[in-house]
């Protein structure tokens, strides 16, 4: 009969139920013997050791030992489930009425049993004590895990309290920054607005200036050409009259020395005068038709020095 081995941990443990119920099946029928309790009390230990491990669902280098472990354990129970696969008829309770046939296997089994066990048992009680190692490493490995996942899980709620802490001053800032934003866009937006206002006012008054200036230029234009016009006039009448002006020059110099003449004459009668005033003397002037008139002076003192 095969035995229904594979390579989980149950099927290690499908494997020795069935070695299991072999054993059982041979004390029944020899008889109690010692050998057999301690490898009954044997794969009772190895059973939970491995239902124990089961549970434990190693990962990373737990699992590559407990899988070397296990390679050598399948080994054992392979040899010892071929060992005994032959006798398993011999050891159950069977009616049948040819029962002594199963005699002579009973009496061989009897016979080379005793060193079988023995070594089925030493190794199978190296590889529960493996095992029960391997499972000590690993709930010690995760309680200190569980240790550390513990004290990294109040450092996260730490760190997340801190986070939602910053979060809440970034949510207070950014409000604030926002509002402060908004705040500088509408003060933006008015100064914009009268900055536009004031370009659109300017343009105006350059407009107004520009026409004003243009009717200026106009006006401005207008006078120099009259003006041009009236100093073209002006010329041809002095290039006209040029000859006259020179008759009314000579004219002038004429009369001014005629009055040059007349004041040396009043000069020279007026320098006469004060000497016939003081002499008490007629004083005689000469009109223009060369009559002359004697007028006598006398001069009187008012002075009155009692006053």
Request: some cysteine.
């Amino acid at each position: 009969m095969p035995v229904p081995f594979g390579v989980s941990v149950g099927d290690f443990v499908s494997g020795i139920q069935f070695i299991y119920s072999i054993i059982e099946a041979a004390d029944a029928t020899t008889g109690s013997v010692a050998q057999y309790q301690d490898v009954l009390a044997a794969l009772q230990s190895s059973q939970d050791a491995l239902q124990h491990l089961q549970t434990l669902s190693p990962t990373g280098p737990n699992k590559q030992a407990v899988t070397a472990i296990l390679d050598r354990y399948r080994k054992t129970v392979i040899a010892f489930g071929l060992a005994i696969s032959g006798y398993e008829k011999s050891f159950t309770s069977n009616p049948a009425k040819k029962w002594w046939r199963c005699l002579p296997k009973k009496v061989k089994w009897q016979r080379a049993s005793i060193e079988k066990v023995q070594l089925f048992r030493s190794e199978l009680h190296e590889h529960t004590q493996a095992l029960l190692l391997i499972s000590h490493c690993i709930e010690r490995s995760r309680g200190h895990r569980l240790d550390s996942h513990t004290q990294t899980t109040n450092d996260l709620a730490a760190l997340r309290d801190q986070v939602d802490k910053q979060a809440g001053l970034h949510r207070t800032n950014q409000t604030a920054t926002e509002r402060c934003l908004g705040e500088q866009h509408n003060l933006l937006t008015t100064i914009s607005s009268n900055v536009e206002r004031h370009l659109e006012r300017q343009d105006d008054a350059l407009e107004e200036q520009q026409s004003i200036l243009t009717t200026l230029n106009t006006t401005v234009d207008n006078r120099l050409i009259h003006q041009d016009n009236i100093l073209q006039r002006i010329t041809a009448v002095v290039l006209k009259n040029q000859e006259s002006l020179h008759d009314l020059r000579a004219a002038l110099t004429l009369l001014f020395v005629c009055l040059m003449s007349m004041m040396n004459l009043m000069s020279r009668m007026l320098e006469a005068i004060p000497q016939r005033i003081l002499t008490n003397g007629a004083v005689i002037f000469e009109d223009a038709h060369a009559f002359t008139y004697p007028i006598y002076t006398q001069f009187m003192d008012s002075w009155d020095a009692s006053a």
